[in-house]
């Protein structure tokens, strides 16, 4: 019990005492007793609050403690921080920080003892004149900040002395810790304002300038600070309450001294302590009436620092809080000091030297709210006032704070906004950006204020004016205007201000209804879309939720005037569904369209809720997820349209649905030619024209399309078919009989037309009529695409097909009605014609016709257009009766005449002048039953090839044209015809399923492969890639069986892997690579799949080619020829040689001895004729090298079938021959070969039949032939032999055999009948030799030539041996010699 009074005479009596001590008004002398008392009894508080309870006898035993581990665990940490400081160990600032943060982290008391040695520590710092950093004092300085949390009477009894003790100026840092103190401990520091503010009021005189007078001041601000926070707050004080006056008493001498002294400093930071001083100090006296009057002047002297300081955000500041308190005690402003500061303000914002940042905006924005609120009448006509002045940067600043003004809380001052935005009126057309933004920024402070007036919310309409402004600026520069910034920004912040309008107050839908309706159907708002359709969803269930009964009464409701700008539901039907099929410009815009569409189906029709509740939904499901490079705009549209006519499916109304035709009609009128969104309009007004049950309105709108529609203008004459084609949906025999109908009267009437009149008129009426031709057959395309599809085949053949073709046949040329036009003429219509056709079409003929004059002047314009409907017209008709399905037994009977048509065409047609989409006309058309004849196939595929293949090359094209960029667009028009009929001949394929038909294209495209310019070869093999690409999947075409073309294509491709041109190098392999894969579909072919992904990275051009790779894929494909193809593989590559340049010829020779080597096991049976083929082409000399060495490497793995073919060959050792024999003996094969021909000499004429029969006539001459083509050949390899050794070891077998045969020819019992057989046989090989046998004596003495010294062999001749070997009678003799 003891402890605990003494604890609570701890807390109460310090608080006594220093009451005490300042409500006396005795000296300081008389105060330090009290002071000194009271930290002695604060110092005991700690240690009675710690001390320990004595252990019960309960408690014996248990554990004791005395404190919570927290707490001794903070005292721990405080006590070993402290005594590092003592020991000076480690970094003073680090070490002061630590304790900091221990001591603002944790609720713990440190012991006195603790206490006072920090304190100490921490003073001792301070006060230290030298050896100590600043940074240190000021750690030093925060820590006795965050001690003072938990012993605050402490730390202040030690600065207050400190303040006292010598009666000199305090260390700066001393008085920068006062400072700290009141702004963190405010009303803890009251009772110390009057000794503080007196200890100071002693010192004053000695402060100079420079950091004393600036951590004076700080001390001056801050406590004068605390004390208007406490007169604000004094509750929660626990002291008694203390008076303005007391306070007033105290700071008025010193603010007396301060304005006397200190307001002419010269320095920019002394000015800056100075004045937030003086501010703080003002802000306690207004709060004593007395004190007001002499206030003022210093408020003057605040607003001149403007003018004085740089830096004027501490002038706004305190400004700020002056005004504040005016405003708090209630006190009016004179009149010449509100103006002053409303000019102060105003001049400030509208500074363009120097532009205040965000924050001083936001201050100064602050000021004339609050001056506002004591001077309304007078803030308001200053601004208005400012409003017309000369000045840009002074009607923005207007506008800014006239926003401001918007959201003030007084009456009087939102009295005078009507008069304010009257005079905003004039400023909205001001030419200068700024203050149009600044006008738009006014207009959301106003419209954000909460108003349920009308007069603020009709400022709406300036945004949609603003936001039209900007935007009609960009539309009327055209498609390369410049889009300004400023313009652009104008426009976001519109959509920034509407999007922002807050629906949900009281009273806004009779407000924002009528004024946001009527800007959603006119075009100019679009862009305003988005958050116009959020709020007017928002208006609509809040009314829905409203119901029947509204929600308050407004005296100036919608009056009828207003009702009357409200749109018609047709309106807003038609120009939502317009926005929504466009939502490549915004998606989010398509969206808030379908999302208006639902929130306004009451307002449309009523029968169109439950349709829509269940289709846009799907629409915006569609939508979610695409951008705009992965949402197709063509399916888009038709899921619009389709959304249309289900949309008027439950609508019964028949006028409804013909007044939305109508206003569908209408904005076709106000929409720009050519644009998006007429050809859009057309559509729908079809598609409305398909759900109306109106048949006469149907027939009328139809009949009025086509006899008003111009048809030189493309893009109606597209809309026009547009209009009827969608009509056709649901009154098909309606709409195609008026089409016949004018179509009849029309071609009646041409010829007559065309014949009268001057020459000028007949060519003009025959130009209309092209055009209005042109038109009707793709009239006629279109209806049959929008047919429905059970009542389509019973017209398509006669009634469609067969006016298509009537409308194209003319038998009177349009050239013959006089010159051509000149080439601007021709050029600008035919850039008409392009306009109305699908966008393929659109990009490429369009590119290359737009840039080049000339490039179809041969041609009319309505003779191209002619052709062109045509080409479209058959596509669409044949894609449209494809559509149908199972058509049964359905055959189009003018499928043949129609393609002869086109065929014809392509045939008359120059190579510049190609329409494109006509083979894509043929490709569908082809499709159809019933199927061409296999003539008819072949000449198909050679006039298409003919007219793609032959087109010159890209050099030839620049070197004709007068512009680059013109042959340019006119290749790339080339490259897609090239696509397009690869297309054709897949299309083609699919439709035979045969191997003829295959073949037929692999004919065709063969002699293209092997042209001699290489740009052909590129251009068919660029389409063979396609082809063999398609098919390679269609086992079906080859009926399971290996091609019987596959080793001549092998052939082909190879030679062309060393082309000249890379492109073709790459294909192919390409086609290589396919090839192999349809041959593994009928055989089996080791690693397919690798072996294509080696082709594919060969085709890759980032890849360099290896020779490696591509001879491993070399040695796959010829693994696969089948022996029976080897021949025609060998042609096809011989064949190539032709074509072929030098440097590449060594490549393709190697596809031949790749193929001999990996299939030398097959092709055994096929050596003759392989060896045969290569013997045909010996002619050609320069590839003679590569011709004896692919039959080197024949001999190598098949040495007794080429010694045999070639043994029998009808030409006796023609030159050919001899260098084969010779370049086989030059070969490592020599010895080899030789050894063969000597047994086979040895075994001629063994199986010799009997004598005296015409059977051994025969023989004998066949024999004859044999031995002397034997002997020619070994006299052939001997002679370029280039091994004597082993010849040495085969004259053995060499020796007797020449002998016999030379010793035959010579023995008497035949010698008569032999002369006459081998003079005959000599004839027969057309050898000249006067001796028969001197033919074996040759190639004996070339034999022995090689194989003995040139010595021996004079010898030989010395001794006459070759002589008497010759002679019948010495032969004996010679024979003796030459054993010898």
């Not at 004027?312 to 004179?334: A, D, H, N």
């Not at 039907?573 to 926005?579: K, N, Q, Y």
Request: glycine share 6%; with cysteine; proline share 4%.
């Amino acid at each position: 019990m003891v402890g605990l009074y003494i604890f609570l005479l701890g807390l109460v009596l310090p608080q006594f005492l220093m009451a005490f001590a300042w409500r006396s008004s005795v000296s300081i002398r008389g105060i330090l007793l009290p002071m000194r008392r009271m930290r002695a009894l604060t110092a005991l508080c700690p240690c009675v609050r710690s001390q320990s309870r004595p252990a019960r006898s309960e408690d014996r035993g248990g554990v004791t403690g005395t404190v919570p581990a927290a707490v001794t665990t903070f005292v721990a940490v405080g006590t070993s921080l402290l005594k590092r400081l003592q020991d000076h160990e480690g970094d003073r600032v680090e070490t002061y920080r630590e304790l900091e943060s221990v001591l603002w982290g944790d609720d713990g008391c440190l012991t006195s003892g603790v206490v006072n040695r920090l304190i100490a520590e921490a003073l001792s710092d301070m006060r230290a004149a030298q050896g100590v950093t600043g940074d240190v004092k000021m750690a030093a300085s925060d820590v006795l900040v965050a001690l003072a949390r938990s012993h605050f009477h402490f730390v202040m009894s030690e600065l207050q002395s400190h303040l006292k003790a010598m009666r000199k100026v305090p260390d700066e840092i001393v008085l920068l810790t006062l400072g700290k103190m009141a702004r963190r401990y405010a009303l803890r520091c009251i009772p110390f304002v009057g000794m503080t503010l007196l200890a100071l009021r002693t010192v004053l005189t000695q402060v100079g300038s420079g950091e004393v007078l600036h951590a004076v001041c700080s001390v001056l601000e801050q406590w004068s600070k605390g004390v208007h926070t406490y007169l604000c707050s004094w509750e929660q004080c626990p002291f008694p309450r203390k008076g303005v006056a007391q306070f007033c008493e105290a700071i008025y001498p010193v603010f007396r001294y301060v304005v006397a002294n200190w307001l002419d400093c010269k320095e920019e930071e002394d000015k800056q302590a100075v004045l937030g001083a003086v501010a703080a100090m003002l802000g306690v006296l207004l709060h004593e009436e007395q004190h007001r009057d002499h206030t003022w002047e210093q408020l003057l002297w605040l607003l001149q620092q403007y003018k004085e300081v740089r830096d004027t955000s501490r002038v706004t500041k305190s400004l700020s809080y002056v005004l504040e308190i005016l405003v708090g005690v209630q006190t009016p402003i004179p009149q010449s000091t509100a103006l002053a500061i409303s000019t102060a303000v105003h001049r400030q914002l509208s500074d363009v030297t120097e532009e205040p940042g965000l924050a001083q905006k936001a201050v100064l924005s602050r000021c004339i709210m609050l001056q506002a609120r004591m001077r309304p009448e007078e803030t308001g006509m200053f601004l208005h006032s400012q409003l017309s002045g000369e000045s840009e940067a002074s009607r923005v600043a207007a506008l800014g704070l006239l926003g401001v003004l918007a959201h003030s809380d007084g009456p009087a001052a939102r009295g005078k906004l009507p008069q304010v935005v009257e005079a905003m009126c004039s400023l909205c057309s001001d030419p200068s950006a700024q203050v149009r933004r600044a006008v738009l920024e006014f207009s959301r402070e106003l419209l954000s204020s909460g108003s349920q007036s009308c007069w603020p919310w009709d400022v709406v309409g300036h945004i949609f004016s603003e936001f039209s402004r900007t935007s009609g600026r960009l539309v009327a520069g055209g498609l390369f205007a410049w889009e300004n910034p400023e313009d652009k920004a104008i426009r976001a912040l519109c959509m920034d201000i509407l999007g922002s309008l807050d629906v949900t107050l009281r009273g806004m839908t009779k407000l924002l209804w009528p004024r946001l309706l009527q800007y959603v159907v006119p075009a100019q708002y679009s862009g305003m879309l988005i958050p116009l359709s959020r709020c007017l969803r928002a208006l609509v269930e809040r009314r829905e939720r409203a119901g029947c009964e509204e929600e308050e009464e407004e005296p100036d409701a919608m009056d009828s005037q207003e009702q009357a700008r409200l749109p018609a539901p047709q309106a807003l039907l038609a120009r939502l569904l317009v926005v929504a099929a466009a939502p490549y410009p915004s998606r989010e815009r398509a969206v808030a369209a379908l999302q208006l569409l639902q929130a306004l189906h009451g307002r449309i029709h009523r029968g169109l809720g439950v349709a829509w509740a269940t289709e846009i939904p799907l629409l915006l499901q569609y939508l979610e997820g695409r951008t705009e490079s992965s949402l197709a705009s063509a399916e888009w549209e038709r899921r619009v349209l389709k959304f249309l006519r289900a949309s008027l499916e439950p609508v019964e109304d028949e006028a409804w649905t013909v007044g939305l035709s109508q206003e569908l009609s209408q904005r076709l009128g106000s929409s720009a030619a050519g644009s998006w969104e007429k050809l859009f309009l057309y559509k729908a007004l079809g598609t409305v024209l398909a759900a109306c049950q109106d048949l006469r309105h149907v027939q009328g709108q139809v009949l009025r399309f086509l006899r008003d529609t111009n048809p030189v203008e493309l893009s109606e004459a597209k809309g026009m078919i547009s209009v009827v084609s969608h009509a056709a949906e649901s009154h098909f025999h309606l709409v195609l009989g008026t089409v016949t109908m004018f179509s009849a009267t029309f071609t009646r009437n041409w010829s007559y037309q065309a014949s009268t009149g001057w020459k000028v008129q007949r060519r003009q009426k025959m130009e209309r009529t092209q055009t209005i031709r042109a038109a009707l057959m793709r009239t006629y395309g279109g209806i049959a695409l929008h047919a429905p599809k059970e009542q389509l085949l019973t017209c398509v053949d006669k009634d469609i097909m067969g006016n298509i073709l009537r409308l194209s046949r003319d038998k009177q040329r349009v050239g013959a009605q006089g010159a051509p036009p000149k080439e601007g003429f021709v050029l600008n219509v035919q850039m008409q014609a392009l306009r109305g056709f699908p966008l393929p079409m659109l990009l490429f003929h369009l590119s290359a016709l737009q840039r080049v004059q000339g490039v179809l002047c041969s041609l009319w314009p309505q003779d191209l257009q002619l052709k062109l409907a045509l080409v479209q017209s058959i596509a669409e008709v044949s894609c449209a009766i494809q559509a149908v399905g199972d058509c049964g037994s359905f055959e189009l009977s003018l499928k043949q005449e129609a393609t002869r048509t086109l065929l014809a065409w392509i045939k008359r047609e120059p190579w510049d002048s190609l329409v494109y989409g006509v083979f894509q006309a043929l490709e569908e058309l082809s499709k159809l039953r019933p199927p061409l004849s296999g003539k008819e196939n072949r000449n198909l595929l050679a006039v298409c090839c003919q007219s793609v293949l032959s087109h010159p090359s890209e050099e030839r094209m620049k070197k004709g044209r007068k512009s680059v960029r013109a042959a340019v667009n006119m290749e790339l028009l080339h490259r897609r015809g090239m696509e397009d009929l690869g297309h054709l001949i897949e299309t083609l394929l699919e439709a035979e399923a045969t191997s003829a038909c295959f073949d037929d294209v692999v004919h065709v495209l063969k002699g293209w492969l092997t042209s001699a310019k290489e740009w052909e070869r590129e251009r068919a093999l660029q389409v063979f890639t396609h082809v063999l690409g398609a098919c390679k999947e269609r086992c079906e075409l080859m009926r399971g069986c290996p091609y019987k073309h596959f080793g001549s294509l092998v052939g082909l491709l190879g030679s062309l892997t060393s082309d000249c041109l890379a492109t073709c190098r790459q294909r192919a392999w390409v086609c290589l690579g396919y090839l192999l894969q349809m041959q593994a579909k009928r055989m089996k072919v080791p690693q397919t799949d690798e072996i294509w992904c080696l082709c594919e990275e060969l085709n890759s051009p980032h890849t360099e080619t290896s020779a490696e790779t591509c001879t491993e894929i070399t040695k796959a494909v010829c693994r696969c020829i089948p022996a029976a193809q080897a021949v025609d593989f060998l042609t096809a590559v011989l064949g190539s040689l032709l074509h072929v340049m030098p440097p590449c010829a060594r490549a393709v020779w190697k596809w031949v001895f790749v193929f001999l080597v990996e299939c030398r096991k097959e092709i055994v049976q096929e050596v003759p004729k392989i060896l045969d083929t290569l013997y045909s082409y010996m002619q050609q000399s320069t590839h003679r090298p590569f011709l004896l060495h692919a039959v080197f490497l024949l001999t190598r793995f098949h040495q007794e079938p080429v010694i045999s073919s070639l043994l029998q060959k009808s030409l006796f050792m023609d030159s050919d021959t001899v260098e084969l024999w010779r370049s086989l003996g030059r070969s490592i094969l020599g010895i080899r070969i030789l050894r063969c021909l000597a047994e086979k000499l040895n075994r001629a004429g063994n199986d010799r039949p009997g004598t005296g029969s015409s059977t051994c006539e025969r023989h004998d001459r066949q024999t004859a032939l044999e031995t002397l083509t034997i002997t020619c050949a070994i006299s052939e390899v001997v002679l370029a032999l280039r091994s004597t050794e082993e010849l040495r070891q085969l004259l053995p077998h060499l020796l007797p055999s020449l002998l016999r045969w030379a010793s035959e020819m010579l023995g008497e019992e035949r010698l008569l009948l032999l002369m006459s057989s081998w003079g005959e046989l000599f004839l027969e090989c057309q050898m000249h030799v006067e001796k028969p046998c001197r033919v074996f004596l040759s190639a004996l003495e070339l034999v022995l030539g090689k194989c003995m010294a040139q010595k021996w062999m004079q010898l030989l001749v010395n001794w006459a041996v070759w002589a008497r070997l010759e002679d019948p009678l010495a032969h004996p003799e010679g024979v003796c010699l030459l054993s010898r």
